[in-house]
Each structure stands twice: as C-alpha cells, then as structure tokens.
C-alpha cells in the first residue's frame, strides 16, 4: 500500500476520533464578538495549539494580539525546494442567539442521523478539524512532498481586525506557495465545489436620533419627527423598483459580467427551485436582469441585518422611540472598495435623512473582495483529488459570502488561496440549529490528504 492510500486508509480507521475531536473543539464558546468570552477564546486557542502538537506539528505558537490570538504551527521537512501550503482558519464563532430557535444547546454537539448540531460545527470548526485530520494521517505515514503551515486566527467573524498585523510581522514566518483556505463550501453533498471568487464587505451601524426621551405619542405624534419611521423611510429607498441600489456612485467601479462568465454560472445547478429549497422563502428576490446564481456571487447588494426601536416587548406601549437603529451590510465585488462604499452612504444620507432627526454612522469593519486562479497547480490538485473521493470533477462558483483574508494574503504574502470546504447551503451557518453533514465531512478529510499527495507529486 502506497503512502497516500495508507494515509485515507488511517483517516478511515480513526474517524471516531476525529469526530470526537470536533464535538470536544465545538464545547468552547468561542464567540469572538462578545466580551464575556475573552478566556474562551484564549481557551479555545490553547485546545487548538496541543492538538497542532499532539499529531507531530512543529513550532507551535500562541500569538497574542490586542484581540484574540491566532495559533500557528509548521512541518518543513519536505525541504526548501518543495512547495509550501499554508492552512488557514478561524476558531471564533457567531453568537448562537436567538437562544429560543435551537432545538438543542448550541455548544453541546448533537449528533443526530447523519449530522452533527452545535454552534461552529459547519463555520468554520468542522473544516479546521477535516485539515487537521488530513494533516495527522499523512504525517503517520512519514509526511508528504509539501511542507506544511497552519495559521489560526480568532477574529473571522468580527472582520479580523488585528489579523493583518500578523501577516505583516510574520511575513517571512507566513512564507509560502499558496494558502489552503477550506472556509468555503459546497453546492451539494455530491457536487465538490472549488470557489474562484469572493465577494468583499463593508458592515456599518446606522442609528437615528429625535428627542432627547421616548415620548408618549398622543400628545406628540404628528408634531415631532418619529425616529423609527424615519430610519425605516431612510432604509426603504436604499434600493429602488428593480433591485437595484441607490447609493451615489455606487455602481461606478462595478464590472459588467461577461458572456463566458455568465454562461459558466448558468452550467450550475442552481437554478431558482434550488434556492427556494435551502431557504424556506416563499419567493425570489433580486436586481432584474439577473439570475439568481449572478445574483447572489456575482452582483453586490445591500442588505439590513437587524434593526431595533422603542418598545418590543408583550403588550402595547405607546411611545415615539428616541432613537432608532440599524445593522447594515453590502456584499461587494471586485473593483469595490470598503472606505469607498461608507462614503458613498454617507453622501446618500446626507441626502436622503428627513428634517427634524440627526443620525451617526459607524463602520464596523469589512473587507474587499477577490478572485483567485482557478488553474494555479494547487488547485488543478484538489481539482484532481475531488475526482478520486466523488468520483466527478467538481465545479467552479463566485461565492457569495466574504472571506477578506483571501484579499489580505494576496496583498502581504503574494500568494494566492484554494478556496473549498465541506459545509452544505442547509447547514443553518449564522443561524440556529447549524449543522454539519458528517458524511460530506468525512469524503472531505479524505479529499484533503490526497490534496496534499498530489500537489507534492505535481510539483515534484
């Protein structure tokens, strides 16, 4: 038996283990939003910095930073000459709120049929214990033909703020090929998907004042300016009949989708009846003249992500609220800048907030969005991988999420990423009641390692 087929045949006879290890990795409420956590984060990386050195990682580090640390470790005896992978993740996870809608305790994993429950168990968790697992089955066959990093950060999910000043600082550290980034995911459980395309972000705080104190509103309804109406008038002309939305300058820099691309992206199955499956809706919605896959990958958007205002509790209580607020967040794409969309609300603000309320923005953070090299060798290697575990090639999606690390290490590092993952559209990520499908999982732990066996062969 060869070394790479010894390899999965270890990963399959440890897959308990590795399963365990998740469900033990899940248990730490690593939300990196909330301060309460602050030692389950410093926890959390400490777990993930003994199993680095529990499967044979070498120079395992905890790296403080004014937020949370990042873990790193590395395996460089396949020598100088051979290509460098660097394994990207993040430990940190959404709160698990509304605490009401989860069926089970979202940091108690409930392995139930063919998934596991738990807050973190597909985004990102599961994926970084599918790396981890794939690295300790080839290193118990004596290592591959690639050295080996893995960089670990806690801040993902609060748009990595002190993580670029690692990837300055550690530049020659970080050093490498290319970076295995599996913090995306797939169409399907039988269509592995490499991702070639990411949308970036820009998250902002948006809140409305009016008077100085909730008012009774018999008396004063009708004579002074309700924040929450206008906070809701401000938001509603945000997009207009078509979609479309109308930020000033907002669609300058924006690329026309061309002919091939969009033609690659109808071959996707994912038509509209895709959609409303992994979603509940009882409808589309979208900018006119697009698809729902363009839509969704291609298109930037904005969109509302909680709002809140004066009286929410049981009963009736009738006030004018004094202030109003709301989260607000575009998905952008290539040729769209952060700092540039914040002034473009701003102008769009300024021009649209009724008399009679004063109101204050907040940019909360984001990040640009990249393109990566779908025939770079690392991933005509996973590419090839794919094809031994699924028996099918896989297919080749603009994601709609944001992972502005991607951005960052073609920026700092000059290397570029493969993007993939072994998460499901259903999993409920950011929701309650998120979920991995284990038999996806599994089929990825074993893409990985031959990943890792091909790319060092292709480069040799």
Known sequence: ????????????????????????????????????HKDDMIKTAGWIAEKLSAIGMHHVEIIPTPGHPVVYADWLLAGESSPTVLIYGHYDVQPPDPLELWNSEPFDPLEKGDFLFARGASDMKGQIIASIAAVEAILKQGGVPVNLKFVIEGEEEIGSPNFNNVLESRKEQLRSTVALNPDAGMIDPNTPTIVYGLRGLAYFELKVFGPDHD??????????????????????????????????????????????????????????????????????????????????????????????????????????PAWAMAKVS??????????????????????????????????????????????????????????????????????????PIVADMQQILKIDSVLTGFGLPGDNIHSPNEKLHLPTWKKGIQSLIHFFYFFGDQSA
């Not at 045949?9 to 897959?15: C, P």
């Not at 540039?340 to 907040?362: C, F, H, T």
């Open 215 to 320: 008012l009774h509103s018999g008396q004063f309804g009708g004579v002074i300016q309700n924040p929450a109406n206008a906070l809701c008038k401000i938001i509603s002309g945000m997009h207009d009949e078509n979609g479309r939305i109308t930020l000033p300058g907002f669609y300058d820099t924006v690329c026309a989708l061309s002919n091939t691309e969009r033609q690659n992206l109808s071959q996707l199955p994912t038509d509209p009846t895709y959609f409303l499956e992994q979603t509940g809706s009882p409808g589309l919605y979208g900018e006119k003249g697009y698809t729902p896959v363009e839509q969704v990958g291609v298109r930037p958007t904005l969109d509302v992500n909680g709002i809140f205002s004066g009286f929410t509790g049981k009963g009736s209580k009738t006030v004018i």
């Open 330 to 403: 575009m998905r952008l794409v290539p040729d769209q800048h952060p700092r540039d969309v914040e002034q473009q609300l701003r102008r769009y603000l300024e021009m649209n907030a009724p008399d009679g309320i004063r109101w204050e923005l907040s940019y909360l953070g984001g990040g640009p969005a990249s393109m990566s090299d779908p025939d770079q060798p690392a991933a005509l290697a996973l590419a090839k991988a794919f094809e031994v575990v699924w028996q099918r090639p896989p297919v080749y999606k603009r994601e709609g999420g944001s992972v």
């Open 1 to 36: 038996m060869d070394m790479r087929n010894a390899a999965c045949q270890y990963a399959n006879d440890h897959y308990q283990s590795f399963l365990a290890d998740l469900k033990q990795f899940i248990t730490f409420p690593s939300v990196s939003t909330d301060p309460i």
